[in-house]
């Protein structure tokens, strides 16, 4: 089935966005294309976090939604889709990280940037899944704002009890967590990985299976899953693919 494209053409054509005709159809055909390469649940939003442009039939897939259900919902989906209370509080971390100086600050890395919302989704038939959605800046503002994020949705590895937003530099690994009290982006330290940890990462990233990473590198397959862990850990990733995903995005690869 294929992906859920809305109408941009009034939307993308405004003022916020300036966009020519060439853009928009290079911000879909750039969406469809992370969509099949990274087969899992992705969309493209506003600056905002509240209007939806396009959403993966994997995503649909996920939230329980057909094409009509969320053609109905669009500007309200996203928060329909947020479980409990932890939609103010994903929201307030979202209008911070817009704000925040770290955008202005790095004109010429902005792109390196992303932001990892962990949180539990709520699904049509309210049953609820913790994932962690990663988005990536596509299109900026004069003032170096972005204006529209690539969201792609992983499913966490553990459940999630508060939800929690975290901004990474990915040029230097720096790694910022919104605190709600002071309503900013504080920074939390870094995410150095060790030699034999990339090491790791380099076979899974060739498709090597545990058992002969273990045999190749001459350890315990015990300790090649303890290193693991500790990769995603440092990366603050829900899985390996992830990690992989990661580790290109800061050239660790």
């Given at each position: 089935?294929?992906?859920?494209?809305?109408?941009?053409?009034?939307?993308?054509?405004?003022?916020?966005?300036?966009?020519?005709?060439?853009?928009?159809?290079?911000?879909?055909?750039?969406?469809?294309?992370?969509?099949?390469?990274?087969?899992?649940?992705?969309?493209?939003?506003?600056?905002?976090?509240?209007?939806?442009?396009?959403?993966?039939?994997?995503?649909?897939?996920?939230?329980?939604?057909?094409?009509?259900?969320?053609?109905?919902?669009?500007?309200?989906?996203?928060?329909?889709?947020?479980?409990?209370?932890?939609?103010?509080?994903?929201?307030?971390?979202?209008?911070?990280?817009?704000?925040?100086?770290?955008?202005?600050?790095?004109?010429?890395?902005?792109?390196?940037?992303?932001?990892?919302?962990?949180?539990?989704?709520?699904?049509?038939?309210?049953?609820?899944?913790?994932?962690?959605?990663?988005?990536?800046?596509?299109?900026?503002?004069?003032?170096?704002?972005?204006?529209?994020?690539?969201?792609?949705?992983?499913?966490?590895?553990?459940?999630?009890?508060?939800?929690?937003?975290?901004?990474?530099?990915?040029?230097?690994?720096?790694?910022?967590?919104?605190?709600?009290?002071?309503?900013?982006?504080?920074?939390?330290?870094?995410?150095?990985?060790?030699?034999?940890?990339?090491?790791?990462?380099?076979?899974?990233?060739?498709?090597?299976?545990?058992?002969?990473?273990?045999?190749?590198?001459?350890?315990?397959?015990?300790?090649?899953k303890y290193y693991k862990k500790n990769i995603?850990?440092?990366?603050?990733?829900?899985?390996?693919?992830?990690?992989?995903?990661?580790?290109?995005?800061?050239?660790?690869?």
């Open positions: 089935m294929s992906d859920l494209i809305f109408d941009l053409s009034e939307i993308l054509s405004s003022d916020e966005y300036h966009l020519t005709k060439f853009q928009k159809e290079e911000l879909v055909r750039r969406f469809v294309l992370i969509s099949k390469l990274l087969n899992t649940p992705t969309y493209l939003i506003d600056r905002y976090g509240k209007q939806i442009f396009c959403l993966s039939q994997s995503f649909l897939d996920l939230i329980g939604y057909s094409k009509n259900d969320a053609q109905i919902s669009q500007a309200k989906l996203l928060n329909e889709t947020i479980a409990g209370n932890q939609a103010e509080f994903l929201l307030k971390a979202h209008v911070a990280s817009i704000a925040n100086d770290i955008w202005s600050k790095n004109k010429n890395n902005r792109s390196n940037l992303c932001i990892q919302y962990q949180y539990n989704l709520s699904r049509k038939d309210k049953t609820e899944v913790p994932i962690v959605s990663t988005i990536i800046p596509s299109e900026f503002t004069a003032k170096s704002r972005p204006s529209l994020f690539y969201g792609i949705i992983h499913n966490a590895q553990n459940p999630i009890i508060e939800p929690r937003v975290i901004m990474h530099y990915l040029n230097d690994d720096k790694v910022y967590e919104y605190n709600e009290t002071a309503n900013k982006f504080e920074y939390i330290g870094h995410t150095d990985l060790k030699e034999i940890e990339i090491e790791i990462l380099r076979h899974i990233a060739q498709g090597t299976r545990e058992y002969n990473i273990a045999a190749k590198l001459d350890l315990d397959i015990n300790l090649v995603m850990k440092k990366l603050n990733v829900p899985n390996m693919p992830s990690a992989v995903f990661a580790a290109l995005q800061q050239n660790i690869l």
